[in-house]
């Protein structure tokens, strides 16, 4: 079997801090190499405060980031007065959409980067993510269900080379 592709969004680094989180445990599997992880370009700007365990932050800092073609800047956005990577074309939603957040908008780069990735999954635990993933026929998952889909190997420890005690 392939090794599964899965694109994190912010929510599912910020989530595995916690350590009995499923987002840890995909994490845990990943440097184990049950997962090829990359994380949405924006990882680095969303995180509103640094990744405090070490191993972790090491281990985030040394993912691909994933980038969207389409760029756009939004001059009355007082939020955030930044040019940012995007493209709504491609899910068939007309521009703007002003019926959305501002990050709502901006997470659409994020599903963009993985769609034209090609990567297997894109995991997330942001509901409106999940939805609008899914509704694109993207395969959209939590970091649980990518857990409950590929179940870790049982690892059975070699029979003892010792005899038995007399």
Not at 99 to 124: N, Y
Not at 137 to 155: H, I, Q
Request: proline share 8%.
């Amino acid at each position: 079997m392939a090794l599964p592709t899965l694109t994190l969004d912010t929510s599912a680094v910020i989530a595995a801090s916690d350590e009995s989180s499923a987002a840890a445990e995909l994490f845990r599997r990943a440097r184990a190499g049950d997962f090829d992880l990359a994380v949405c370009n924006r990882v680095d700007f969303q995180l509103k405060r640094p990744i405090e365990d070490p191993d972790l932050a090491a281990f985030v800092a040394g993912l691909p980031r994933l980038l969207s073609v389409g760029r756009w800047a939004d001059p009355d956005n007082d939020e955030l007065p930044i040019d940012t990577w995007g493209n709504f074309v491609w899910a068939g939603q007309p521009e703007p959409r002003p019926e959305l957040s501002v990050g709502s908008r901006l997470d659409d780069d994020h599903l963009d980067a993985h769609k034209r990735s090609g990567r297997d999954h894109f995991v997330t635990l942001d509901d409106g993510q999940l939805r609008h993933g899914r509704r694109l026929g993207l395969d959209t998952l939590t970091p649980a269900d990518v857990l409950a889909r590929y179940p870790a190997s049982v690892c059975e420890d070699p029979p003892s080379s010792r005899s038995p005690s007399s």
